[in-house]
């Protein structure tokens, strides 16, 4: 195969940016989609590709043969049908649906139809977790704290993704949108012997209808992994205040920052280590993976299968969080 074909859905999406330079080293972006079609022409005129607002319509027309899937979490699943329908090799940005009956039920489409159907779930190829696995087996970490807080709610309005602050078309806030994350790593270190143990999310930063903080526990067999996410930090989309911790065996790991892990020996002596440690970076080696993946009928690093186990632990800790404890504000009283 050579230079690919390639079409976009939902393109509107904040995280374009992030997948599209990879995506055109690789192949060639054909088509467009958005169901807002001033939103499909201009990001389809800036790429040289033709612009469609019907999912159905651009598979027709274009013949991709791959299809990078955003777009509005309550189109996900709609989106992904149709793809799985057409047998066309696609990824579908997290958290591919607003629940996990939506999630299970096209990632046993995918299995059946044999589509290949990634997700990126992109601390699986981070820099960090390479540094772990070339010091520690996975079964080494006994504790795992992934404190990582973005940038503020407001920044989903300024991108023109307003869907993300209305529960009812994104499924939540942080928890699912940042918070699937650490659930899967948690999975990927801990196997699939993991329960949600405690939750606690908050909406008192903003007052909106979706948490804008969440504090998961999760364990398996004593091991213990914390993650807490937020839209807390002042700034735009990819900074972040963020400490991550990991005991493995007598040694102890902590980054602090997006580029520097520091490793603390058993003596105490501590090494410092240059690695990518956050998402950004690590969207092109997805990208690159998985179109290799497709090229040679490889399955995904992290398949629909996957995200459906990675929502039903979301589906269990928001369960235990209970409702939000302040009153969502009116479009009139606005954001802080």
């Not at 779930?121 to 977790?129: A, G, K, N, P, T």
Request: aromatic share 8%; net charge negative; glycine share 8%.
């Amino acid at each position: 195969m050579g230079r690919m074909r390639i079409a976009v859905t939902g393109a509107a999406h904040w995280h374009l940016d992030l997948f599209l330079p990879a995506l055109l080293e690789e192949g060639d972006v054909v088509a467009v989609h958005d169901p807002d079609p001033a939103a499909a022409r201009r990001i389809a005129e800036g790429l040289g590709a033709r612009a469609a607002t019907d999912v159905g319509t651009l598979l027709d027309d274009a013949a991709p043969d791959f299809v990078l899937a955003l777009g509005a979490h309550d189109e996900m699943a709609a989106t992904a049908r149709t793809l799985i329908e057409h047998g066309t090799p696609f990824a579908m940005e997290k958290p591919c649906g607003l629940d996990a009956a939506q999630v299970h039920d096209i990632a046993d489409r995918a299995r059946d139809a044999g589509v290949f159907a990634a997700v990126p779930f992109v601390w699986r190829q981070s820099e960090l977790l390479a540094v772990m696995r070339e010091r520690f087996a996975d079964a080494d970490p006994s504790y795992l704290s992934f404190r990582w807080i973005a940038g503020p709610p407001t920044r989903y309005r300024d991108s023109g993704c307003d869907w993300m602050l209305d529960p009812a078309r994104a499924g939540g806030g942080c928890t699912i949108n940042l918070g699937v994350h650490f659930i899967d790593l948690a999975r990927v270190l801990f196997g699939d012997d993991v329960q949600v143990s405690s939750a606690t999310m908050s909406n008192a930063a903003y007052g909106l209808p979706i948490e804008d903080y969440s504090l998961v526990t999760l364990r398996s067999c004593g091991r213990v992994f914390v993650g807490e996410v937020g839209y807390l930090m002042p700034g735009p989309h990819s900074n972040f205040d963020m400490r991550f911790s990991i005991k493995a065996r007598d040694h102890y790991v902590i980054a602090t920052s997006p580029t520097d892990v520091e490793i603390v020996a058993p003596d105490g002596s501590r090494e410092h280590v240059r690695a990518h440690t956050t998402n950004v970076a690590h969207y092109p080696v997805f990208v690159r993976d998985a179109l290799r993946r497709v090229r040679a009928g490889e399955p995904p690093l992290a398949s629909l299968t996957d995200m459906a186990a990675v929502m039903d632990l979301t589906r269990d800790a928001y369960a235990l969080a209970g409702p939000l404890p302040v009153r969502p504000r009116t479009p009139q009283e606005g954001t802080r």
